[in-house]
């Protein structure tokens, strides 16, 4: 065997109650199915029982090839489960986009799961409707890196106890420090330093960056260089500048300055609504659908989303009744991602999790960002909450800037250091040199004459920068 006896039992133990998928190989064709009846026999030999009913095609070709591999799936597996249990019917290659590999003795393999092993037939026992198929050994390989999918009532999905640590492998951050995060800055900063520090996040490894909003200048002065921002952006295609836009006029600017994609919302909150744009929630919601209608025809992307979804500082706490059935609305817009945005911090790691699994189960494939205020110190504790719950998309801004004019009583996003460098620290991807990060934000304090909210950038002094991107 390739692997020694402490592989062997690592990789067991990553089973648990957990989902795998037999593969084997039939006249050259790639074969698998879901099964759930799976455990290990003996270490000296290492032998393996899978138990398969004989009415499987799988099962007939493992008993004449005597080859078969397991692969233990992790909570990000879902699909692949679904997929090999059959419950995808318009899916008739089950290896149709899958990574694979070619084991030791044939069988393919999928190298993401949690853990594979590929075996020799060893021995076959009759079970009635079933064989147990009892396999050697000959080759595994395990991961560390995440939590095995779980088999409960047949049905998969990740468990629903906090205390549990499902989280993703890799997490996307889009900064908003140039828009949320400066919007009400007093002080006017130069186009040239916004453009400056666009180029300079995204040579840190933002892929997403909102660098400007299309609003009346006598509302936002801050954002009133926006066409001038976006003529002087630099031309990457390895990331997307957008920009936020509050109504039609707004869209008809970012449409002529060329963005590529702009964000647009609607607040929970009758009051907010009327402070923030001056029109209800209903027309809000209207005015939306012809502004996503208008940005499609031009080719742009969309991401729509619910505003104060977690609480209102005039209103205080919203119905998530009200939450979903807008988020179902967006989707029936269209929108290519949805967000929710805790505007005014309010949010807790409960009520968080808890909308998030609605909207979630809602949303399907498409994209669920956070946009998440500190407000009251919960900002990393709500993005832990919805990291847990399935969400992989969240804003936020360089320093800890941020904060709507509207609502007086919001502090700034969650900082991109902090939460890149806590994200590493779990040993989650997000691609992002935080020292660099850290760099702007220093900068950015020294400009403003203040201290801002994060806390790497004044730990990462000049001296000791020394973590680079995960």
């Known amino acids: 065997m390739a692997s020694d006896i402490s592989s062997f039992k690592r990789a067991m133990s990553q089973f648990a109650s957990g989902v795998t998928v037999v593969t084997t190989r039939y006249n050259q064709t790639p074969l698998g199915v879901t099964v759930s009846s799976f455990s290990s026999l003996s270490l000296e030999p290492p032998l393996v029982m899978v138990s398969l009913n004989k009415k499987l095609f799988t099962h007939r070709a493992i008993a004449e090839s005597g080859i078969f591999a397991v692969n233990v799936l992790s ?23 899958l990574k694979t590999q070619t084991a030791t003795t044939g069988s393919p393999i999928l190298p993401e799961s949690l853990a594979w092993i590929d075996c020799t037939v060893w021995a076959m026992y009759e079970g009635g409707d079933h064989t147990i198929f ?3 050994v000959r080759d595994l390989s395990v991961s560390d890196l995440d939590m095995p999918l779980l088999y409960y009532k047949r049905l998969w999905r990740r468990t629903e106890a906090l205390h549990i640590p499902t989280v993703p492998l890799a997490v996307t951050l889009i900064e908003v420090g140039l828009r949320d995060g400066i919007q009400r800055e007093a002080q006017c900063i130069p186009t040239e330093m916004k453009v400056e520090f ?7 490894g933002l892929k997403h960056i909102q660098v400007s909003s299309f609003v009346h200048p006598k509302i936002v002065p801050q954002m009133a260089d926006a066409e001038e921002v976006f003529a002087r952006l630099p031309d990457r295609k390895d990331v997307v500048f957008s920009a936020l836009v509050l109504n039609k006029k707004g869209l008809e600017r970012a449409i002529a300055a060329g963005v590529r994609q702009v964000e647009m919302g609607v ?16 027309e809000g919601m209207a005015e939306v659908a012809e502004m996503v209608r208008i940005a499609h025809d031009h080719g742009m992307r969309v991401r729509a989303g619910v505003q104060a979804a977690f609480g209102c500082p005039y209103e205080g ?19 290519d991602e949805l967000a929710l945005a805790d505007s005014a911090g ?17 949303a399907g494939d498409v994209p669920l960002v956070l946009h998440l205020h500190d407000t009251r110190g919960q900002g990393l504790a709500n993005l832990l909450s919805a990291l847990k ?25 969650i900082p991109t250091e902090d939460t890149a460098h806590m994200l590493h620290e779990m040993r989650i991807h997000t691609g992002i040199d935080v020292s660099a990060v850290a760099t702007l934000s ?28 995960l």
């Open 75 to 97: 909570v990000q597996q879902l699909e692949i489960a679904i997929r090999f249990a059959g419950m995808r019917s318009e899916i008739k290659d089950r290896f149709a986009g």
């Open 134 to 136: 009892v396999g050697e």
């Open 198 to 204: 666009a180029t300079r996040l995204a040579d840190a």
């Open 267 to 282: 607040p929970a909150s009758e009051a907010l609504a009327r402070k923030n744009a001056n029109t209800t929630i209903e």
């Open 317 to 335: 706490k919203i119905d998530p009744v009200r939450v979903v059935s807008m988020a179902r609305r967006f989707l029936a817009m269209g929108v």
């Open 346 to 362: 309010l949010g807790n790691p409960q009520s968080v999790r808890r909308l998030v699994q609605e909207v979630l189960l809602l």
């Open 389 to 413: 719950s399935g969400v992989t998309m969240f804003d936020t801004s360089f320093g800890g800037l941020g904060g709507c004019p509207f609502i007086p009583s919001a502090k700034g996003n």
């Open 442 to 469: 220093r900068r950015m304090e020294t400009f403003l004459g203040k201290d801002l909210p994060a806390k790497m950038h004044k730990l990462l002094t000049p001296a000791s920068q020394v973590e680079k991107c």
